[in-house]
Nanobody
Framework: QVQLEESGGGLVQAGGSLKLSCEAS????????VGWFRQAPGKERDFVAE????????NYADSVKGQFTISRDNAKRMLYLQMNSLKPEDTAVYYC?????????????????WGQGIQVTVSS
């Protein structure tokens, strides 16, 4: 079992930055992949970014490439999402998630553990 807890969300003006954090408790095996998803009101949960826990290789949704950066600190068991140049359309609840396989995936259904989510609101 892996428990995940997000922090760092809030309200920010368009063009601003936020850094989300996700603390993992329980054992995260080296071959796991960890990622961020987001869900806006009335919409499906969408992939944002994911990273290999051991090798650090990353994948991003096209909509956030060059704008968001995913990273992790294995020793602290922390996952991060640095979000720059935020836009109102980035407003959503952001979730961190863990996938118990080494193959990257963008599908929420293929992730096994989820945090409770944290609100990010970008005002225009």
């Amino acid at each position: 079992q892996v428990q995940l807890e997000e922090s760092g969300g809030g309200l920010v003006q368009a063009g601003g930055s936020l850094k989300l954090s996700c603390e993992a408790s329980g054992y995260v095996f080296a071959h796991y992949r960890v990622g961020w998803f987001r869900q806006a009101p009335g919409k499906e949960r969408d992939f944002v970014a994911e990273i290999g826990w051991s090798n650090g290789d990353t994948n991003y949704a096209d909509s956030v490439k060059g704008q968001f950066t995913i990273s992790r600190d294995n020793a602290k068991r922390m996952l991060y999402l640095q979000m720059n140049s935020l836009k109102p359309e980035d407003t959503a609840v952001y979730y961190c998630a863990v996938r118990r396989w080494s193959v990257p995936s963008y599908a929420p259904v293929e992730f096994d553990y989820w945090g409770q989510g944290i609100q990010v609101t970008v005002s225009s």
